[in-house]
């Protein structure tokens, strides 16, 4: 065997080992009033920095779930963890986290917000009843992607009933979207 195919294996293994550790080093629940102030910020900053359709978006949900800092890291194996609350009638009626883990071309490490905003009564119902709810298994989210001038471009927006944000993303990754994450409620 030469050097590069006693490599391959070693470089997996370090991934899978750098996944891990994230994790299993994700942080313990923080405590509701600093994850409430965090929330709040970001929807303020959000809707401050929106264009007005998907400012109507946000007024018009049923149910608003924001994830000021989502952290994902990966090597070829990625991770990814962050605390959230949802608001319905902007007041915060539960915590949760969301956490997943991928396989594929990933290298870097990012911290982004997510907001995720249910816009039937009958998503939000569905979500906040399930014991671990799976972006693409349980309900599928619409990530919402915009234009130039801030036209939305994601095709049939205004008929989805879960609509995704992904904001403010800073760092290099290379897959942004909500596939694979599981939102399991918490108590902080």
Do not use: C, H
Request: no cysteine; proline share 4%; glycine share 12%.
């Amino acid at each position: 065997m030469n050097a590069t195919m006693l490599r391959a294996p070693r470089t997996i293994a370090l991934s899978a080992l750098a996944a891990l550790s994230l994790a299993l080093t994700a942080p313990v629940a923080a405590d509701a009033a600093k994850i409430n102030t965090k929330v709040n910020a970001t929807l303020k900053d959000f809707r401050e920095n929106t264009p007005p359709k998907v400012q109507r978006y946000v007024a018009t949900a049923k149910g608003v779930l924001v994830f000021p800092d989502v952290i994902k890291a990966g090597i070829g194996i990625g991770g990814e963890y962050g605390e959230g609350a949802l608001l319905v009638g902007n007041k915060v009626v539960d915590y949760y986290s969301v956490a997943g883990a991928s396989i594929g071309f990933q290298l870097g490490a990012q911290s982004r917000a997510q907001i995720i905003l249910f816009m039937t009564p009958k998503a939000l119902q569905s979500f906040r009843a399930s014991k671990g709810w799976k972006a693409g298994v349980d309900g599928s989210v619409a990530l919402i992607t915009l234009g130039a001038g801030g036209e939305v471009l994601t095709p049939d927006a205004d008929k989805q009933a879960v609509l995704g944000f992904v904001y403010g993303a800073t760092g290099l990754m290379y897959n942004l979207n909500f596939e694979g994450q599981k939102f399991t409620k918490i108590k902080p």
